[in-house]
């Protein structure tokens, strides 16, 4: 077994990017940035620049063959990333994957399958796994604060992406739903101990950027699982004034809500503005909520440490390429359910290869 932090590549150089990159800082001693790859100019020598990376690559298979990196995150548009895993996997590298795992469900079985046959992990990041708040509710479930947990809510929304390649489907491959909801369906799968999936409900639509894309903008779901319990998860691309994420558990003996923003936020006022409040917010002048120590609140470097042990074999996997392929799975049958108009069954067996082509071909019919 190697020693000293794991030697990490990221590929792309916008927010996602940025979040690992600083993330990883935050965990010194673990895991290092040596390299970033991204085909958009100068964005990779800015992030290179920023964090003081080594060696920046315009192309990922480069990096790929770069012997001094152990372990690659991808932040780049969803429609890449199956490529660019089974590409990392061949040339044996750990995968660290931004979610949505990928676009489709075969291209989840040929990255599973490319990192099995290459023995290297397959390492889903969903930061939800590791927020801290969150991470405290499933601390007070596990110990029958709330006896049996029957209801869990998850919300996530802001008034749309932070890149462009978000609004186009053939790059992203759903809109709200996907991009959003998969922390949802992941983040209750997880708090229940993944449980079967048994069915899923959604209704979505595009109501306020049919002008920027066909994507659904406003999307809400209800996933009911193995053991009389479910979820409901409400995500938007529509929601004005800035970020809102929380949960609310519900058992039959109690309760708890959190939210990301509020109780770690510094309530503010400016006539003047300033550089930055928090995640997707508009503007920092009248009335700003920004958050103190905003990655650790998310659970991004918790995640990375996690990570980092996975990959030195001090810790099991806890979010993997097999968590995101049931998400995935999820998306389809919700996506299929907002285009039928009723409950869809899982596991469902895809008509279309994306998710949202299984609603999109009945709203334009």
């Not at 992941?186 to 079967?196: D, E, Q, S």
């Not at 990959?311 to 999820?330: C, F, M, Y």
Request: with cysteine; aromatic share 10%; glycine share 10%.
């Amino acid at each position: 077994m190697k020693d000293g932090p794991v030697r990490v590549g990221i590929i792309g150089s916008q927010f996602q990017a940025e979040c690992h990159a600083a993330a990883i800082d935050m965990i010194e001693g673990e895991m290092t940035v040596v390299a970033v790859a991204s085909p958009t100019p100068g964005n990779a020598k800015a992030l290179a620049d920023r964090h003081k990376i080594a060696r920046v690559y315009s192309d990922y298979r480069d990096l790929a063959a770069d012997p001094e990196i152990e372990a690659v995150t991808i932040t780049s548009p969803n429609a890449l990333h199956c490529e660019m895993a089974v590409t990392l996997a061949q040339a044996g590298k750990h995968v660290i994957c931004e979610k949505p795992l990928c676009v489709t469900l075969d291209e989840a079985d040929r990255m599973i399958e490319a990192c099995r046959a290459n023995s290297v992990l397959l390492l889903y990041a969903e930061e939800l796994f590791f927020t801290p708040k969150y991470l405290k509710a499933k601390e007070m479930a596990n110990s029958g604060a709330f006896g049996k947990v029957h209801l869990i809510k998850q919300s996530e929304k802001h008034f749309g992406p932070h890149s462009e390649w978000f609004w186009d489907v053939k790059r992203s491959g759903g809109g709200a739903l996907l991009d959003l909801g998969c922390h949802g369906i992941a983040f209750a799968y997880w708090f229940l101990g993944r449980p079967k999936l048994l069915s899923a409900y959604s209704h979505l639509g595009t109501y306020v950027h049919g002008d920027k894309t066909q994507a659904d903008d406003e999307a809400v779901t209800i996933i009911e699982f193995e053991g009389q319990a479910f979820s409901v998860i409400e995500n938007s691309w529509a929601r004005r004034g800035g970020m809102d994420d929380r949960i609310e558990i519900y058992g039959e003996g109690g309760l708890t809500i959190a939210n990301l923003h509020m109780g770690n936020a510094l309530p503010t006022y400016s006539e003047y503005g300033f550089g930055y409040a928090v995640e997707k917010a508009p503007t920092t002048t009248g009335w700003t909520y920004p958050v103190f120590e905003e990655l650790w609140n998310y659970g991004f470097p918790q995640e990375m440490r996690h990570f980092a042990r996975a990959i030195r074999g001090l810790e099991s996997p806890q979010a993997t390429g097999e968590d995101g392929k049931v998400v995935l799975e999820a998306v389809y049958a919700a996506y299929a359910s907002a285009g039928l108009g009723c409950k869809v069954s899982l596991p469902y067996q895809p008509t279309t290869a994306r998710p949202i082509d299984e609603w999109l071909k009945r709203k334009q019919a």
